[in-house]
């Protein structure tokens, strides 16, 4: 049963700390999309990587986001530095690139919580 | 821009009645639509998607949509609900134009009492 697998799963750390998230997309997926999940704002689209390509990062504070792909198995997203309003849950999720129509497939998240 | 609508926060149903989640949406472009499920502190899982064929989807765990686009909607049901079925969901739309930007409405919490 292919899935998405995100670490860590949880994470605590203090504001101006360096957060890295990592997530492992389906085997054979070729697009990779991050979102950010909060009570207030609900679910946003971070950025878009398509073979490994970054599209779209267009909802990312690029000031301190970036996302990265160093190669087809592993994504990463890292927040330096992070501050208290970056707590969140941090969703990975991949497909197969056919376009709008195609399935995303959610990784389990990892929550984020800035002291 | 395209945008979904999700009509009421929380719905509250008893087990083995009927389940009806509000969707509308808004596109300037022929829309795909997806419900997708999430269960406390897990990823989000699809239920179903519309891609312009069958404007009646049927999905996994008995749920259905039907896509209506004299009303915009795209409404979730099922006949009879389970207590598994307590969760959040949501209503999706996405672009047909190419790229996959999908767009959530704010969620729908689906409370089933015994």
């Known amino acids: 049963d292919a899935r998405v697998t995100q670490t860590p799963r949880h994470k605590v750390t203090e504001m101006g700390q360096e957060v890295t998230m990592r997530c492992q997309p389906i085997?054979?997926?070729?697009?990779v999309f991050w979102y950010r999940q909060t009570m207030m704002q609900g679910l946003e689209l971070l950025a878009y990587?398509?073979?490994?390509?970054?599209?779209?990062d267009s909802g990312m504070p690029k000031d301190r986001f970036s996302a990265e792909m160093p190669d087809a198995t592993l994504a990463t997203l890292k927040i330096q530095p992070s501050e208290p309003r970056d707590s969140a849950v941090y969703f990975c999720?991949?497909?197969?690139?056919?376009?709008?129509?195609?399935?995303?497939?959610f990784g389990p998240g990892t929550r984020l919580t800035v002291l | 821009a395209q945008s979904v609508t999700q009509l009421d926060s929380h719905v509250s149903v008893s087990e083995g009645t009927p389940v009806l989640l509000r969707c509308n949406y808004s596109s300037s472009y022929s829309p795909s639509l997806f419900w997708y499920v999430q269960h406390p502190n897990k990823g989000l899982q699809l239920l179903l998607k519309y891609t312009s064929a069958a404007t009646l989807v049927k999905g996994i765990n008995g749920f259905e949509a039907e896509f209506k686009k004299s009303e915009t909607s795209f409404h979730l049901t099922k006949p009879s609900a389970h207590m598994s079925d307590a969760a959040e969901y949501f209503c999706?739309?996405?672009?047909?134009?190419?790229?996959?930007?999908?767009?959530f409405g704010t969620g729908t919490r689906l409370l089933v009492s015994p």
């Open positions: 085997l054979g997926h070729n697009t």
């Open positions: 999706v739309v996405s672009d047909q134009r190419g790229f996959q930007k999908l767009v």
């Open positions: 990587f398509r073979n490994r390509a970054p599209l779209d």
């Open positions: 999720a991949s497909g197969q690139g056919q376009g709008a129509t195609d399935t995303q497939y």
